[in-house]
């Protein structure tokens, strides 16, 4: 059964929590399926590692609960609940072997020495590090060091595995190639995963579902798909990649929620996924990548927007401009690079003209902030 169809597993019933003058969460709920990597994004002082701590025991609710597999957590000690924490400093002992490292839980816990082997190489074989169980932390490289910390924290067979910015401290591409450790473990486990980030792509490439959190309040839970493509807000579609958004007032109602909509004194079609009446005002967010562009003089008969090339940067899989309208309107659009097509022979200042295929819109009101 998919992660995303099980039932629910762990939940924020109406919790509060205060530091000292400042409220940090405030009748906040959440729904966390069996079973699922779910992954909390927010800016920093959202609230996010809040609700690690409040999980993982080491903060306790003001008010409401937690409940994890059917009981209520929200008082039980952190050495009680049936959760691990990974955390980004990897908080591994150097003076210790990576067999005593990953063993150092049970060792505490008075387990068999012969349970103890077995265990410390069944997490050693998941995390795929078989052979080093005799090395000191100083002999691994940063991934390396990172599976010893999740094999420690799985060897205990927690219910959830609690991940904070467990990837921050690695370089990009170690990151990327933890990314999907991570996805895999996870999957072979079928254990589930909270993990906490500021980082957008990491959210949306590990995924089941995501929540984005502000101010201590959710903003959206969604697939990454959903999050990326239909944000609810303003503030889901600044903070998820970037947008560029268009304000407009819908000046006709068509059938099956198409609309006709005023932007920059050009009459555009649209589609939304709800109802808007005329005069309405309402936000047209476009991704980058849905937007297109073209020499001016080779516009089509249809409604663009005309401006000019103000930077233009190669990133390897795409030639991302920014352009401004002549309006003052600034644009962010980002094409797959084809060193075959003319078009990617624009200078700076060149003039242009963008539009959009008429249904890669997104819609919202405009009071969505």
Same mark, same amino acid.
């Given at each position: 059964?998919?992660?995303? +169809?099980?039932s629910?597993?762990?939940?924020?019933?109406?919790?509060?929590?205060?530091?000292q003058?400042q409220e940090?969460? #405030?009748?906040?709920?959440l +729904?966390?399926?069996?079973?699922?990597?779910?992954?909390?994004?927010?800016p920093?002082?959202?609230?996010?590692? +809040?609700?690690? #701590?409040?999980?993982?025991?080491?903060?306790q609710?003001?008010?409401?609960?937690?409940v994890?597999?059917?009981?209520?957590?929200?008082?039980l000690?952190?050495?009680?609940?049936?959760?691990n924490?990974?955390?980004?400093?990897?908080a591994?002992?150097?003076?210790?072997?990576?067999?005593d490292n990953?063993?150092?839980?049970?060792?505490?816990s008075?387990?068999?020495?012969?349970?103890?082997?077995?265990?410390v190489?069944?997490?050693?074989?998941?995390?795929?590090?078989d052979?080093?169980?005799n090395?000191k932390p100083h002999?691994l490289?940063g991934?390396?060091k990172q599976?010893?910390?999740?094999?420690?924290?799985?060897i205990?067979?927690?219910?959830?595995l609690l991940?904070?910015e467990?990837l921050?401290?690695?370089?990009?591409?170690?990151?990327?190639?933890?990314?999907n450790?991570?996805?895999r473990?996870?999957?072979?486990?079928?254990? +589930?995963?909270?993990?906490?980030?500021h980082?957008?792509?990491?959210a949306?490439t590990?995924s089941? #579902?995501?929540?984005?959190?502000?101010n201590g309040?959710?903003q959206?839970?969604?697939?990454p798909?959903?999050?990326?493509?239909?944000?609810?807000?303003?503030f889901?579609? #600044?903070?998820?990649?970037?947008?560029?958004?268009?304000?407009?007032?819908?000046?006709?109602?068509?059938?099956?929620?198409?609309?006709?909509?005023?932007?920059?004194?050009?009459?555009?079609?649209?589609?939304a996924?709800?109802?808007?009446?005329?005069?309405?005002?309402?936000?047209?967010?476009l991704?980058?990548?849905?937007?297109?562009?073209?020499?001016?003089?080779?516009?089509?008969?249809?409604?663009?927007?005309?401006?000019?090339i103000?930077?233009r940067?190669?990133?390897?899989?795409?030639?991302?401009?920014?352009?401004?309208?002549d309006?003052?309107?600034i644009l962010?659009?980002?094409?797959f690079?084809?060193?075959?097509?003319?078009?990617?022979?624009?200078?700076?200042?060149?003039?242009?003209?963008?539009?959009?295929?008429?249904?890669?819109?997104?819609?919202?009101?405009?009071d969505?902030?």
């Amino acid at each position: 059964m998919s992660p995303l +169809t099980q039932s629910a597993f762990l939940s924020f019933n109406s919790v509060s929590k205060r530091y000292q003058n400042q409220e940090i969460l #405030r009748e906040f709920d959440l +729904t966390i399926n069996d079973g699922e990597f779910f992954t909390i994004l927010g800016p920093s002082g959202c609230g996010k590692t +809040t609700i690690l #701590r409040l999980i993982a025991g080491f903060e306790q609710p003001d008010h409401g609960c937690v409940v994890l597999d059917g009981q209520d957590i929200g008082n039980l000690p952190a050495e009680h609940r049936p959760t691990n924490t990974v955390f980004q400093s990897y908080a591994l002992f150097p003076h210790m072997s990576i067999y005593d490292n990953i063993a150092f839980g049970l060792k505490m816990s008075g387990v068999d020495k012969a349970e103890i082997k077995q265990r410390v190489h069944e997490a050693l074989s998941v995390v795929q590090l078989d052979g080093f169980e005799n090395r000191k932390p100083h002999q691994l490289s940063g991934g390396q060091k990172q599976r010893v910390a999740i094999a420690r924290a799985i060897i205990n067979r927690p219910k959830v595995l609690l991940l904070d910015e467990s990837l921050s401290a690695l370089d990009y591409k170690l990151r990327q190639q933890m990314q999907n450790e991570l996805k895999r473990i996870q999957r072979q486990l079928n254990i +589930t995963f909270v993990y906490v980030t500021h980082d957008q792509e990491e959210a949306l490439t590990m995924s089941d #579902r995501v929540l984005v959190i502000n101010n201590g309040q959710a903003q959206q839970i969604g697939t990454p798909r959903e999050i990326y493509e239909s944000p609810v807000n303003l503030f889901v579609a #600044r903070f998820i990649g970037e947008s560029n958004i268009f304000k407009a007032k819908i000046t006709q109602c068509l059938d099956n929620y198409q609309y006709i909509a005023e932007i920059y004194g050009l009459q555009w079609k649209i589609t939304a996924d709800h109802k808007f009446a005329v005069d309405e005002h309402v936000n047209v967010i476009l991704r980058p990548e849905d937007l297109r562009v073209m020499y001016s003089e080779d516009a089509p008969q249809e409604p663009g927007f005309v401006g000019k090339i103000i930077e233009r940067n190669y990133t390897g899989k795409t030639l991302d401009s920014v352009i401004q309208l002549d309006n003052g309107h600034i644009l962010g659009i980002s094409e797959f690079f084809n060193e075959d097509d003319p078009d990617f022979d624009y200078n700076i200042n060149q003039k242009v003209w963008v539009n959009w295929v008429h249904g890669w819109e997104h819609v919202i009101k405009a009071d969505e902030r």
